[in-house]
């Protein structure tokens, strides 16, 4: 996860003023109408990545940005770039 966290953060480019690299935080949400009355167990986790240089921040989804990231260290994922590439 936290290898995950860095690379966002590393290539995060800012679409409101186009800087490069932000900072990260781990975050917590609930989930459900019931959250409200029982502990976190079902809660969401993101990752907030908040530009160093105007402090616009988006959340993405920590599931599925480590599901994408171990898809693209994959070697099949590199064999279809290449692929698609020489085509």
């Known amino acids: 996860m936290r290898r995950v966290k860095e690379k966002l953060e590393r290539d995060f480019i800012c679409p409101k003023c186009r800087s490069h690299g932000a900072t990260g935080e781990e975050v917590t949400l609930p989930n459900g ?3 409200r009355m029982l502990p976190p167990l079902g809660s ?9 240089l105007c402090g616009y921040t ?8 480590v599901r994408s ?3 693209s260290e994959s070697p099949e994922a590199d ?7 020489n085509a």
């Open 79 to 85: 064999d279809l770039v290449e692929g698609v590439e």
């Open 69 to 71: 990231k171990d898809k």
């Open 44 to 52: 969401a986790r993101y990752i907030a990545l908040s530009c160093g």
């Open 33 to 35: 109408a019931l959250s």
């Open 58 to 65: 988006e959340l993405y989804n920590l599931a599925l940005a």
